[in-house]
């Protein structure tokens, strides 16, 4: 089986190498990763959040913000797509389930597991955006050193979000 992910979903994959058989393949595309989770965003916007725990607006202003902060290829993010993914949030009970996401992004699970990731046999592709502003590629560089059966690419000019930066890329 292969496993893609990106982000927090990328740390998940890694999660699913290290603790369960038959994970045949890794992509991972600007991953959460080692120490380096959860990002300073996070904590900030479960600052905000807490401020205006009823608030479905700020909660999609926060989630739209994210992306906006995120990504170095704006033009291929359009209002259309931010608000695609803004309107999750944007419900009335869309501030407690964005509560429920920023607490769940705890850091814990990869931060001591560095040694166990060079035991991944199974080919790993990690892909960065080379300006990555919420994990640096230095931290893919990290990764890829920690993993020998990886190969890291890292794609210029891009940030956080490649799946809609370089999608073509990507694909």
């Known amino acids: 089986t292969a496993v893609v992910g990106h982000g927090v979903g990328a740390g998940v994959a890694q999660l699913l190498a290290l603790d369960h058989d ?102 790993v592709l990690i892909l960065w955006g080379e300006d990555d502003p919420v994990y640096p590629s230095q931290v893919g560089e990290r990764l890829n050193d920690a993993m020998p059966s990886s190969t890291l690419g890292l794609l210029p000019g891009c940030g956080h979000f490649l799946i809609e930066e370089a999608a073509d890329t990507i694909g």
Do not use: C, H, K, M
């Open 22 to 123: 038959g994970v045949d393949a890794l992509v991972l595309v600007n991953a959460a990763a080692l120490d380096a989770w959860p990002s300073a965003g996070i904590a900030f916007a479960r600052d905000r959040l807490a401020a205006a725990p009823d608030d479905p607006t700020l909660a999609g202003s926060l989630v739209r913000g994210a992306f906006e902060a995120g990504a170095l290829q704006r033009g291929r993010l359009t209002d259309d797509v931010l608000d695609a993914y803004a309107a999750a949030y944007q419900t009335a009970d869309g501030p407690a389930r964005l509560a429920r996401v920023l607490e769940g992004l705890d850091g814990r699970g990869l931060a001591d597991r560095e040694a166990a990731l060079a035991a991944i046999d199974a080919p």
